[in-house]
């Protein structure tokens, strides 16, 4: 078999952040079983890491390793094996590339902080500078959509307008730095799932609109406004498949919290906090109550998906 292009860089590797939805409003399913959605992203300080080197033409293969690493698939439905391929497919020269891929995994999988989309669009990212492609940032955003709605917003970061089925991203005019607690759960959720549920709970959904009061609040910056201002639809449809996560935003409230939801399609649950110290303060209080798995803190919003070597 012929070997591949000279490597310009043998190995590449991504770091990607974890997302929220500050606002996630959803529609009745369209035609083609996707949700309308109307969502505000914000990218947190919670990264995997993807690393790309190369491998014999047309071969793609992965490891992961770190946060729930074995309820990771490693066959070709692996999203950062799917966004190499693709990406293979439309902009490489006849099969002449393949990619040795190594995920580090921070985010948890089936989390609601779409793990699985910020690998997938950290291996696009990686492999198109580890084969030196001719692509800009419009091409990658492209094949980000096809991969998945969430895909497209993990290669922009910061806080951005989501429409579409999500896809369909656009910076949002936003002030401030935001202080987050995250409360893993102990299992995970099936996105397809929470979106059936929510179909069975809200048979007469309106179209979704992105609330008026979250973009005031962003442009003002005060932590107090935005975490009035956090909503998400999918919510009840989570908290009907798993009713303890009512007691964690309950409890996380309790202990202060501005303001608390689950993060997209669950089980995680986010709070937003005035400063770092409460974020601190909430972090132990959440962890010795044990109601969820795992604490972490994050700041937001931060870039997105970008190459560290
Ligand atoms: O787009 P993605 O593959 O990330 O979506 C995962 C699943 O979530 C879809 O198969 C679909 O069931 C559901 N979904 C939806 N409407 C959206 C986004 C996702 O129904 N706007």
């Given at each position: 078999?012929?070997?591949?292009a000279?490597?310009?860089?043998?190995?590449?590797?991504?770091?990607?952040?974890?997302?929220i939805?500050l606002?996630?409003k959803?529609?009745a399913?369209?035609?083609?079983?996707y949700?309308?959605?109307?969502?505000?992203?914000?990218a947190?300080?919670?990264?995997?890491?993807?690393?790309?080197?190369w491998a014999?033409?047309?071969?793609?293969?992965?490891?992961v390793?770190?946060?729930?690493?074995?309820?990771?698939?490693?066959?070709d439905?692996n999203?950062?094996?799917?966004?190499?391929?693709?990406l293979?497919?439309?902009?490489?020269?006849?099969?002449?590339?393949?990619?040795?891929?190594?995920?580090?995994?921070?985010?948890?999988?089936?989390?609601?902080?779409?793990?699985?989309?910020a690998?997938g669009?950290?291996?696009?990212?990686?492999?198109a500078?580890?084969?030196d492609?001719?692509?800009?940032?419009?091409?990658?955003?492209g094949?980000?959509a096809?991969?998945?709605?969430d895909?497209?917003?993990a290669?922009?970061?910061?806080?951005?307008v989501g429409?579409?089925?999500?896809?369909?991203?656009?910076?949002?005019?936003?002030?401030?730095?935001?202080?987050?607690?995250?409360?893993?759960?102990?299992?995970?959720?099936?996105?397809?799932?929470?979106?059936?549920?929510?179909?069975?709970?809200?048979?007469?959904?309106?179209p979704?609109e992105?609330?008026?009061?979250?973009?005031?609040?962003?442009r003002s910056?005060?932590?107090?406004?935005?975490?009035?201002?956090?909503?998400?639809?999918?919510q009840?449809?989570?908290?009907d498949l798993q009713p303890?996560?009512?007691?964690?935003?309950e409890?996380?409230?309790?202990?202060g919290?501005?303001?608390?939801?689950?993060s997209?399609?669950?089980?995680?649950?986010a709070?937003?906090?005035?400063?770092?110290?409460?974020?601190?303060?909430?972090?132990?209080?959440?962890?010795?109550?044990?109601?969820?798995?795992?604490?972490r803190?994050a700041?937001?919003?931060?870039?997105?998906?970008?190459?560290?070597?």
């Open positions: 078999m012929a070997s591949a000279p490597p310009t860089a043998a190995l590449v590797r991504v770091q990607v952040p974890a997302q939805n606002a996630l959803v529609g399913p369209r035609p083609d079983g949700h309308p959605l109307a969502t505000v992203y914000q947190l300080s919670l990264y995997d890491q993807v690393q790309a080197e014999e033409p047309d071969r793609f293969e992965v490891v390793s770190g946060e729930g690493a074995d309820q990771v698939p490693l066959d439905s999203l950062a094996v799917r966004a190499a391929r693709l293979a497919q439309r902009h490489g020269p006849h099969d002449s590339h393949g990619a040795s891929l190594s995920i580090t995994k921070s985010i948890p999988v089936a989390g609601g902080l779409a793990g699985g989309s690998n669009a950290a291996a696009l990212l990686a492999c500078a580890l084969w492609l001719d692509v800009g940032p419009e091409d990658l955003r094949l980000a096809e991969l998945g709605s895909v497209p917003f290669l922009i970061g910061g806080t951005a429409s579409g089925r999500g896809e369909d991203v656009a910076p949002a005019l936003a002030r401030g730095t935001y202080q987050w607690v995250l409360a893993f759960g102990y299992h995970g959720l099936s996105t397809a799932a929470v979106y059936r549920r929510f179909d069975d709970l809200s048979p007469d959904a309106a979704p992105v609330p008026a009061e979250l973009m005031n609040a962003l910056g005060d932590p107090r406004l935005l975490g009035a201002a956090l909503s998400n639809d999918l009840p449809a989570a908290l303890r996560l009512r007691t964690v935003l409890t996380g409230l309790e202990y919290a501005l303001g608390a939801l689950v997209g399609s669950g089980p995680t649950c709070f937003l906090v005035e400063s770092e110290s409460a974020a601190v303060d909430l972090s132990v209080s959440l962890s010795a109550e044990g109601l969820c798995r795992a604490v803190r700041t937001a919003p931060v870039v997105g998906a970008r190459i560290i070597n």
